[in-house]
């Protein structure tokens, strides 16, 4: 008899059972996806380093800077959010796991709570939550990390011009980010969909 040889008889009862439920479960599936309108769920933008920015990232930082600007990095005039946001991930990548930049869980707490407080209505602010799959835990890495940036920048940078106004210290720093992005390997990721079609 030609063909492949046949697996062992204690594993082909196994392999039939295992088809089967691929099959039913893909027969379901399809009649699933038929009810289910699809959606992109995410899609990647650039990756700075090893780093990957998403567009839901890039709007979640634009909702926050809406309500709270005085979120790091700063923005120089001109500057897109992807670009802040690409900006912010270099900045980690100098401050890597330096304890000095790690912010105390009261601060990160007092940080989310004055986010929370400036949606104003605790309706806004749950909307906003559940639009973006967010919960305490996952917004708090998020504060966490604009922290890191804040401190890094704030012992690197405006340290360094004490003194200065607000525009000598933006321009200071727009001159030492452009210098930064030089060190580290930025690409811009065609519009490809990342999660399901």
Excluded: C
């Amino acid at each position: 008899m030609s063909g492949l040889p046949l697996a062992p008889k204690h594993l082909r009862a196994p392999f039939w059972g295992l088809l089967f439920a691929i099959l039913l479960v893909g027969g379901r599936t399809s009649e699933v996806r038929g009810e289910v309108p699809s959606q992109r769920v995410d899609r990647l933008l650039m990756v700075v380093g090893d780093r990957l920015i998403l567009e839901s990232e890039v709007e979640l930082e634009e909702q926050v800077r809406a309500k709270f600007p005085a979120l790091s990095p700063p923005v120089p005039p001109g500057t897109s959010t992807l670009q802040v946001l690409a900006d912010a991930a270099i900045v980690r990548g100098l401050a890597g796991n330096t304890e000095l930049y790690r912010p105390t869980t009261d601060q990160v707490r007092a940080r989310q709570e004055a986010i929370r407080l400036s949606f104003g209505d605790p309706n806004d602010w749950s909307q906003f939550i559940s639009a973006f799959g967010l919960n305490d835990e996952r917004f708090a890495s998020f504060v966490t990390g604009r922290l890191i940036v804040e401190r890094y920048i704030q012992r690197n940078v405006a340290l360094a011009g004490r003194g200065e106004t607000e525009q000598q210290f933006s321009d200071r720093y727009s001159n030492w980010i452009v210098e930064q992005r030089k060190r580290v390997a930025i690409r811009l990721v065609s519009p490809i969909n990342v999660g399901t079609k």
